[in-house]
């Protein structure tokens, strides 16, 4: 089966390769790729900027239809739309899931593309928000640095449902306008806040850019990074979600009560076109990878 499979590092090492079927056992399900996100995390691994075995195929979730399950499954998943996420890499025709709480179906109402933005996307704005909430005790400032990443305008309309913190976004020159434009149709404008930045408020960094963050840093500001690790004054943070928040996640896009944007739709025979892409634009939405 063809499978996106990275040998070594750089855009070089990366190729569509034919792989082996994995094993399938009573507790397997099998899922048809349908769409794979390229996130940020994938580069980052082709660039040799994270541990990688030295043959891996890429990718951690996937967006597919369910065609065959195990004994010990139920038969009703065949035919169900779903995500799934599975460390041994998703940027294949075919995964073989073994673990049950990590396929997680997809409602009518949303769209595939929708969903793939889902993975290392509004899961990890979901993340975040529940600390964010956690943290914000009355009515509190955050500041978002990244806000137009793809994290950052899940964030903001997760924030705006909960209801009780103000955001002050922090965008580079370049992405300005694109955001401004996706601000206003979400019909979020008044909803963010460019006043004065409080002493007590809360830094949420995305961006990754050091220099930005130590702005910050220097002025004695709370900052947590989903970017920055092992930087004294920056909290790393990253947790898994629980099966259920994936549901409500997809509820709420369900309900349009939270959108997602996708940049590029790639066919997986574009891989090196869109690995390109993906590294040299500004965020503008989700890049996705078709394998139909
Ligand atoms: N900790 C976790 O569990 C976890 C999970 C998922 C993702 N992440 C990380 O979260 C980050 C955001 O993910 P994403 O999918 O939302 O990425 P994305 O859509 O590609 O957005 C990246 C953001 O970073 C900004 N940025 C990049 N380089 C910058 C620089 N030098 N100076 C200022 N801003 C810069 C981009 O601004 P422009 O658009 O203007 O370039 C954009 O706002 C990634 O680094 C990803 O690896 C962490």
């Known amino acids: 089966m063809k499978a996106v ?34 996130l940020p995390y994938d580069i980052m691994k082709i660039n040799g900027e994270l541990y990688t075995d030295k043959q891996t195929t890429l990718g951690y979730g996937a967006v597919g239809v369910v065609t065959k399950v195990g004994a ?15 460390q041994n890499g998703t940027f ?4 073989v899931s073994n673990m049950p709480p990590l396929i997680i179906p997809i409602p009518d109402e949303v769209a595939d593309e929708e969903a793939v933005a889902v993975i290392g996307g509004v899961d990890t704005a979901y993340m975040l928000m529940k ?23 899940s964030l903001i309309q997760l924030l705006k449902n909960k209801g009780n913190v103000t955001i002050i976004p922090e ?66 943070v990253s947790a898994p979600l629980f099966p259920n928040e994936y549901a409500l996640i997809l509820d709420m ?4 009560k939270l959108r997602v944007f996708i940049d590029k739709d790639f066919s997986v025979n574009q891989i090196d076109e869109a690995i390109n892409y993906q590294i040299m634009s500004y965020s503008r939405g989700r890049n996705v990878i078709s394998f139909d």
């Open 171 to 236: 965008v580079r020159q370049e992405s300005r306008n694109y955001f401004d434009r996706l601000v206003e149709s979400l019909g979020m404008d008044a909803f963010l806040n460019t006043e004065k930045i409080m002493a007590d408020a809360l830094v949420v960094d995305i961006a990754g850019n050091q220099g930005l963050v130590s702005l910050y840093k220097n002025q004695g500001f709370e900052i947590i990074s989903v970017v920055i690790q092992g930087v004294p004054g920056i909290k790393f």
């Open 72 to 86: 010990l499954r139920s038969k009703k998943l065949i035919g169900q739309r779903v995500i799934v996420l599975d």
């Open 5 to 38: 499979v990275q040998n070594g590092f750089g855009l070089s090492s990366v190729a569509v390769t034919d792989v082996d079927e994995v094993p399938f056992l009573p507790m397997s399900a099998e899922i048809e790729t349908k769409k794979v996100p390229l």
């Open 253 to 256: 896009m369900a309900q349009k």
């Open 92 to 95: 294949k025709e075919k995964i």
């Open 131 to 153: 600390k964010i909430i956690r943290a914000a005790t009355a009515t509190k400032q955050v500041v978002i640095l990244g806000a137009n990443s793809v994290v950052g305008i």
